[in-house]
């Protein structure tokens, strides 16, 4: 909304900076930060007068002595927290009639309504797994295909959604109708894998914060480059009209995350429980979707595919051999049992996540 300011240059010069994305893109970021600094200390307070503390998801999965029972103190579902930072800021500082905008948001509340569910079932029904994961997972699917297919039915996406782009190529591997069939199912996939990845990211105070913090300044970026037609074309992306909107979004995630980190790091005063991950997750991957970078998603979140795999790995061979590839998982728990703290699991796998978002990045100019 504030937007329309710009409107107004004529009377008052500055005015004019509203106009500038990658103005309100800091104004959304320095507003949801802030949202989540003021707000963070009432939101613990109200999380523990409604007792809002889930079960260790950790019980009968880990040893005793690995689990540190002063956690199942701390409150849950803090990702209310985050999000109402996200659309907020959002809602204030990008162009309210760009239809991406509240395509994005209403993403974010739906992934955020079925995981405030799923904590809920947790905390009233002091039940380790909530809401079961069949049910979950379609309905994340069903949000997925809302989603993309919006995306995809947008008039400024163009025929760019109905090709299938691969990292340092210029030219699409798949156009025309077998290229709209594989972005879309691609599209839904990474969607839903990305909301899931994030969501097994969060076992440890800050971990999950601090990486998509990463995550959402690389999106961040690849958004810029396709709604701007002078770098789009020089780095050979897809240029979409209004993308830049998306900027807006995406520093909105970066704020409110970092405001969230403030109360997340070590020791947790809350965590953002599904409530949170799932919605931050699939945020993430819908950007990557719309930039055309779904594949890369898998570079620029490579601490999220890490967690997730680990855990892939560690069913799959359980089930086929009765053996463990790892000590235990998510792999921030194998690394635990390996005797690395906590400080030094989330620092060191910070520094990944900085290291995986730079070479996303970098792929920009790899074509």
């Known amino acids: 909304m504030l937007y329309y300011l710009s409107d107004l240059r004529n009377f008052f010069g500055p005015l004019r900076l509203f106009d500038y994305v990658t103005f309100r893109a800091g104004g959304a970021a320095f507003t949801a930060m ?10 613990v ?91 979950k997972l379609v309905f994340q699917f069903a949000i997925a295909m809302c989603a993309v297919f ?17 990292p340092l190529m210029t030219e699409p591997l798949f156009s025309g109708l077998s290229g709209a069939m594989v972005s879309f199912v691609v599209g839904v996939f990474v969607v839903v894998g990305s909301s899931n990845a994030v969501n097994l990211t969060d076992g440890k105070d800050g971990l999950a914060a601090g990486s998509i913090i990463f995550s959402a300044m690389a999106f961040a970026v690849f958004a810029y480059v396709c709604g701007h037609l002078v770098f789009s074309e020089y780095l050979k992306v897809p240029f979409i009209p209004g993308s830049s909107e998306v900027v807006v979004f995406a520093a909105a995630i970066i704020g409110a995350s ?3 980190l403030w109360y997340n790091c ?12 799932l919605a931050l997750g699939g945020s993430i991957g819908l950007i990557a979707v719309l930039v055309r970078q779904e594949l890369t998603l898998a570079l620029v979140g490579g601490v999220f595919v890490m967690e ?26 194998h690394f635990e049992r390996k005797g690395w703290t906590e400080t030094q699991i989330v620092t060191r796998f910070w520094i990944l996540a900085g290291i995986f978002a730079v070479i996303g990045v970098s792929t920009l100019k790899l074509r």
């Open 34 to 43: 802030m949202f989540a600094f003021i707000f963070g200390p009432l939101t």
């Open 45 to 135: 307070q109200l999380l523990k007068r409604l007792n809002a503390t889930a079960p260790s998801r950790h019980d009968g999965l880990i040893p005793a002595e690995f689990i540190d029972r002063a956690k199942d103190k701390t409150p849950s579902m803090g990702g209310l927290l985050i999000v109402a930072a996200i659309a907020l800021a959002t809602l204030l500082w990008a162009v309210p009639t760009n239809p991406l905008v509240p395509a994005f948001l209403g993403t974010l509340l739906c992934l955020c309504g079925l995981g405030f569910l799923d904590d809920y079932a947790k905390v009233a029904r002091r039940c380790r797994d909530g809401v079961s994961g069949r049910l």
């Open 150 to 166: 919006f995306l995809m039915s947008a008039h400024q996406t163009g025929d760019f959604m109905f090709s299938f782009m691969v």
């Open 258 to 260: 970092t405001g969230f």
């Open 266 to 277: 070590h020791p947790a005063s809350m965590f953002m429980g599904d409530t949170g991950s």
């Open 308 to 333: 997730a795999l680990s855990v892939i790995i560690q069913v799959t061979s359980f089930k086929l051999t009765g053996k463990r590839v790892f000590l235990c998982a998510p792999i921030h728990h």
